[in-house]
């Protein structure tokens, strides 16, 4: 009976919304490519009418539905200076049937005007609330004995109220979280097929640990690591670090990870998830969930190829996003007049986002999830939201977010069809970074930010940049298969493995040789080191092993032959795909190139037109065609396996940007 639900919501999902996408490789999780919108219910008593005013507003304005997300209430202290506010502001109890009332009548309202709802799986940005007991609670090893510092302080619903993170590395914890949670959004979770959403981490991650970690580890390596703890970052210790992350990523992508996706499904539901900052194996951390996620521009356009290749090697066909988060930066605090500087918020422009968006198409990106939209009671647009672009009623974006929404529907919708389409998989060195340890450059703009392990600026090398390049780590690898001598994985299949990494595990290494061995052609850059405390006698022989072959070069493209898929000087960043004898080329405006956080405003503001005379490798014939990038315009290319190249019609002029906002 629970089976049949299931599809008769899927049904009733994909006949709700509109823009249809036929099937092809890959399940959809989505029916219409419209960008969703994260919509922040800030703590308060919600009423039917202000959903249904929200809600109106998101059908007419080109949205395909909202992820509402369960944040602290407008009185809670958002920055350091401001004043401190511990008044309760009435609101529907934190998981009460009140609660589960309204959130279940903006499902099936959105349901009625034919758009999705997804919900965030908790309150705030991490999983916790005042309900996680102390020995659930997330635990460091400065602070395994007294959790109380990871406290919900700012974010939560249940504000001012305090409560625990989870600990993400204790299954029973997830579950015990989950039990709860899950039955409360019952409820709304009737109708069409909703995702739940799982944020990126914002989990301490320094020296995380759980109960019986040190005694697992023991186990694994044969030796305690908890004499290093105190050290576990320093320079000395990098190989104990390393042996520290592989059990900690072990912990984190499989209690937590696949758990939470596993809920999801057996809720009939989907799981949607930003893994970024988490430390794990991210491939294989996003490639446990139903729609793995990135943001921009916390995280750079560049990192979510990393996301969209977990997504290519596990046949998913949906790479989602959390677009326009901080574009201009962070707020400001103007010390002259003591406060935070919005001049900003809702000032934002949309060429600039379109640069934005644009950077994403061309690594990866096929669904936006704008952030965002804060909850407005009726007539009032006067909420907003910190750290997002304003989606509302006012604001500089409010007459474009129509035509907008309009462009990335129809360049999302072309870049589902079929598969990704690459020949060359690169080998993700997440030993290097776990071996690293601390930023070698800090970030200045997220000061938070501090390990390698987040992978927040690794990109393919130069010399791969017509390839198309899908990342691969050494942990995932373990999954593929060789067939006809080329590498496979879900529905791709790869001609070469290039790997330039100074470390690899030694069961990747075997794994490399075993396929190296029946006929696979893997480009090695460099000679890698064993990672780990514990070195092996055999490593040095498989190294061997592997240099000694044929075809294995330490030269790209070498004694390998491949050619790039495309060719040129100058090349834009771009994605591919290929449905049947069909490919689909996004190339973004060369503009769109090497954003970084913050953007300036009016970053895009452009004149001219740039010209590129780029080289297509299709099925074996080379074609030679004229690109022509107008100002604020990428280019979208269909190119059949005999027929002419169709330039398809994406044109969307945004309003001229200005440079001086005041």
Request: net charge positive; proline share 6%.
């Amino acid at each position: 009976m629970r089976s049949i639900k299931i599809i008769l919501a899927v049904l009733l999902c994909g006949l709700l919304a509109a823009g249809c996408i036929r099937s092809g490789e890959g399940k959809l999780h989505y029916a219409s490519s419209k960008p969703l919108a994260r919509w922040w219910w800030f703590a308060r008593i919600i009423k039917e009418e202000d959903v249904k005013y929200n809600l109106d507003w998101v059908k007419k304005n080109g949205f395909g539905g909202v992820e509402i997300a369960f944040v602290y209430p407008l009185n809670r202290k958002r920055f350091y200076n401001e004043p401190l506010d511990t008044n309760y502001l009435p609101r529907q109890e934190w998981l009460s049937p009140e609660w589960s009332a309204i959130v279940a009548y903006a499902k099936h309202y959105a349901n009625s005007l034919g758009l999705t709802c997804d919900f965030t799986f908790g309150t705030g940005w991490p999983f916790g609330d005042t309900k996680v007991k102390r020995e659930d609670a997330t635990q460091t090893w400065r602070e395994k004995n007294d959790s109380l510092k990871w406290t919900y302080a700012v974010v939560s619903w249940e504000y001012p109220k305090k409560g625990y993170i989870i600990n993400h590395m204790d299954q029973g914890a997830f579950d015990r979280y989950a039990q709860r949670m899950s039955s409360a959004l019952a409820p709304a979770l009737k109708g069409s097929v909703s995702g739940l959403f799982c944020d990126s981490w914002e989990v301490e991650t320094s020296r995380i640990w759980t109960k019986g970690f040190g005694d697992a580890f023991k186990r694994s390596y044969g030796y305690d690591i908890e004499p290093y703890m105190d050290s576990i970052y320093s320079r000395a210790n990098f190989d104990e670090r390393y042996d520290y992350m592989k059990l900690v990523s072990n912990y984190v992508v499989n209690r937590f990870y696949k758990s939470f996706a596993a809920e999801c499904r057996s809720l009939g539901s989907f799981s949607r998830v930003q893994c970024a900052g988490a430390p794990v194996d991210l491939i294989s951390a996003y490639a446990s969930v139903d729609v793995p996620e990135t943001e921009a521009m916390l995280y750079e356009p560049p990192y979510a190829r990393i996301v969209a290749s977990a997504a290519c090697l596990t046949s998913k066909r949906e790479v989602s996003s959390e677009t326009f988060t901080c574009t201009y930066g962070f707020p400001k605090y103007d010390p002259e007049k003591k406060r935070m500087d919005f001049r900003l918020r809702g000032k934002e422009q949309v060429a600039d986002l379109k640069l934005v968006a644009d950077a994403l198409f061309a690594n990866g990106v096929n669904q936006i999830i704008w952030h965002g939209m804060p909850f407005n009671p009726v007539g009032i647009d006067t909420i907003m939201f910190y750290a997002a672009v304003h989606v509302g009623r006012k604001g500089n974006l409010a007459k474009d977010i129509p035509a907008f929404n309009s462009y990335m529907t129809k360049v999302c919708g072309y870049m589902k069809q079929g598969v990704t389409f690459s020949d060359v998989a690169i080998y993700l060195p997440v030993e290097d970074s776990w071996e690293t340890g601390l930023m070698k450059e800090p970030d200045t703009q997220q000061p938070w930010a501090w390990g390698e392990y987040e992978m927040r600026r690794t990109v393919p090398p130069a010399e791969l940049r017509g390839y198309n390049p899908i990342w691969i780590s050494g942990d995932f690898l373990r999954n593929a298969s060789l067939k006809n001598n080329k590498l496979v994985c879900g529905n791709e299949t790869f001609s070469v493995l290039y790997i330039d990494a100074t470390y690899i595990d030694i069961d990747a290494l075997k794994t490399v040789v075993k396929f190296a061995g029946q006929g696979l052609q893997v480009c090695l850059r460099q000679i890698p080191r064993q990672p780990g405390k514990n070195k092996s006698p055999e490593y040095g022989k498989l190294l061997a092993e592997l240099t000694d072959m044929n075809n294995v070069s330490r030269e790209f493209p070498g004694k390998t032959g491949i050619r790039p898929l495309v060719q040129g000087d100058s090349i834009p960043d771009f994605w591919c795909r290929k449905d049947g004898d069909v490919y689909y080329f996004f190339i973004a405006n060369p503009r769109a190139m090497d954003l970084h956080l913050p953007l300036k405003y009016g970053q895009s503001l452009c004149s001219e037109t740039v010209r590129r005379n780029l080289t297509f490798k299709i099925s074996g014939r080379d074609l030679k065609l004229p690109l022509e990038f107008k100002p604020y315009q990428s280019v979208l290319l269909k190119i059949g396996s005999h027929g002419d190249p169709e330039y398809l019609d994406i044109k969307y002029d945004p309003p001229v940007p200005v440079t001086i906002p005041f």
